[in-house]
T-cell receptor
């Protein structure tokens, strides 16, 4: 069964460094998302992406964050200058494949980001 | 008032019991309702997806939506220890982001 894959599974970085989290969405999906989950807290929306542009973003998604779909398969989240409070699980999701609604989102296994 | 409210539990039941998990919401624009299962340090796994009001059944799982009360439920019949996980309700208007509840931690005792 097709799945969303994310790399790396765990990333440790120093405060102030840039990180890029990578995702390969399900191949025929059209909508892509990043969510994050701080340990013990709820899953929070960061950004949605459709037709090669951001369709919606939350207040968490400030100028230090950016997303890109550099080719036909990858979808990346860049955090420019990491802060301690960016430590969380980051989940990529995709939806809107042929015959499926754009609201039925499938999630990857996540990247655990630890900022030290 | 939070957009989506979910009792965090934990909820502990014996194997074979019927489990009832619930969420309430405040945004009447929500039309699409999902239940996800999440194991520790893993990604949310989509279990059930329903549009508007009504029931949907899939094996041991039944999802119910009551839009008039802004209340959704997930029932698990014949619960198994492998059902032990955190269950997240999620919903969207369809034109906007998916909003998650905080999750209910469920434990099934053998």
């Amino acid at each position: 069964e097709p799945e969303v894959t994310q790399t790396p599974s765990h990333q440790v970085t120093q405060m102030g460094q840039e990180v890029i989290l990578r995702c390969v969405p399900i191949s025929n999906h059209l909508y892509f998302y990043w969510y994050r989950q701080i340990l013990g807290q709820k899953v929070e929306f960061l950004v949605s992406f459709y037709n090669n542009e951001i369709s919606e973003k939350s207040e968490i998604f400030d100028d230090q964050f950016s997303v890109e779909r550099p080719d036909g398969s990858n979808f990346t989240l860049k955090i420019r200058s990491t802060k301690l409070e960016d430590s969380a699980m980051y989940f990529c999701a995709s939806s809107g494949g042929q015959g499926r609604p754009n609201t039925e989102a499938f999630f990857g296994q996540g990247t655990r980001l630890t900022v030290v | 008032q939070k957009e989506v409210e979910q009792d965090p539990g934990p909820l502990s039941v014996p194997e074979g019991a019927i489990v009832s998990l619930n969420c309430t919401y405040s945004n009447s624009a929500f039309q699409y309702f999902m239940w996800y299962r999440q194991y520790s340090r893993k990604g949310p796994e989509l279990l059930m997806y329903t549009y508007s009001s009504g029931n949907k059944e899939d094996g041991r799982f039944t999802a119910q939506v009551d839009k008039s009360s802004k209340y959704i439920s997930l029932f698990i019949r014949d619960s198994q220890p492998s059902d032990s996980a955190t269950y997240l309700c999620a919903m969207t208007s369809g034109a906007s982001k998916i909003i998650f509840g905080s999750g209910t931690r469920l434990s099934i005792r053998p």
